[in-house]
């Protein structure tokens, strides 16, 4: 991705083009519980130049909401990154379209800079550093690779998403892991990893309709998901076009519970197309962070996953 390049000086993830920042990647896959979370009132941000949007318009957002608006695009509630020290994140509250107001419109500048239309690029150079979080707002969406393992055979095989360009607001004709979701919670009171990552589970890789409030403790499918998969975080990082921030982990499945769990696993899904039972072999992860297009984030984690896979098929998680 070239838009990398505008970053000589801020390192790589895994030899893809994923930017991160010192402290957010650990040397080897951390527990999810391991993380610890704490909430704080989100700080004024610096006053960034205008994006580029069309006349008539007051934001990114606002234009791409009626001019080019994919199937899925509501301006909800988020918790945004302020800061990551050790094992602890620290989070406030923000909004989906504050991400689309710095994030897409930066890569729509870059892009009219590179077909000529413009020549500078204010809005990127004034956001500098896009792994600090003080710079802009930092919606985080957590991206995990599913993985199926066999212990009796040893294999694992595993999952990607073909993101439809008419039904997402990012990263369209891409793959991308499964599931993947911008960290929001339920309800107020939601603000929990895992619950995130849960009702991601049951609405890519089954079809359920977004899930509003719930109650964990009662719905049988997080009770049952919670037993059987093992969690690891294994870093974060940021697009370098677009600036989408991904933690990345991965959920560890034996095969006997992800059948049962996952035996109603679609196809499709409001995303896009979902590739089911991908074999996690050195060449298939060669293929799909080399060749295909796919999103810096899954790359980047299919990448890391690979080194890591003797940890991940054999350790303990969540």
């Known amino acids: 991705m070239r838009a990398a390049a505008e970053y000589p000086d801020v390192p790589g993830v895994a030899g893809t083009p994923l930017l991160t920042a010192p402290g957010w990647m650990p040397a080897a896959p951390v527990p999810l519980a391991a993380l610890a979370l704490e909430m704080r009132p989100s700080p004024s941000l610096p006053v960034l130049p205008g994006a580029v949007v069309p006349d008539g318009f007051g934001s990114y957002s606002e234009a791409m909401a009626a001019l080019a608006a994919p199937a899925v695009f509501h301006d909800r509630e988020t918790y945004r990154l302020l800061g990551f020290t050790g094992r602890r994140l620290t989070f406030g509250l923000g909004t989906y379209f504050d991400g689309i107001d710095v994030g897409e419109a930066c890569a729509h500048e870059y892009a009219a800079r590179e077909v000529g239309e413009i020549d500078a690029l204010p809005l990127r150079t004034a956001v500098g550093d896009p792994c600090d979080p003080r710079r802009r707002p930092v919606n985080v969406a957590i991206s995990t690779l599913t993985l199926r393992h066999d212990s009796e055979s040893g294999q694992a095989t595993f999952f990607l998403h073909w993101r439809d360009p008419k039904r997402v607001g990012h990263a369209g004709g891409m793959f ?12 107020e ?23 509003g409030a719930v109650d964990y403790a009662a719905w049988p499918f997080a009770q049952r998901l919670t037993a059987a998969a093992r969690v690891f975080y294994l870093g974060m990082g940021v697009d370098p076009l677009t600036f989408a ?34 074999p996690f072999t050195a060449s298939n992860v060669e293929r799909f962070v080399r060749h295909e297009p796919t999103q810096a984030a899954g790359a980047a984690l299919l990448s890391l996953a690979w080194q890591h896979r003797a940890q991940l098929l054999k350790g303990l998680g969540r």
């Not at 991308?176 to 309800?187: C, I, N, R």
Request: aromatic share 8%; proline share 1%.
């Open 176 to 187: 991308q892991v499964l599931p993947v979701g911008v960290f929001q919670g339920s309800s």
């Open 245 to 278: 921030t991904d933690m990345l982990t991965v959920a560890v499945i034996e095969a006997g519970e992800f059948d049962s769990l996952f035996g109603d696993l679609v196809s499709h899904n409001d995303e896009g197309q979902v590739l089911r039972g991908l």
């Open 189 to 211: 009171a939601d603000f929990s990893l895992w619950h995130c990552m849960l009702r991601e589970f049951a609405e890519e890789l089954l079809g359920v309709a977004e899930i």
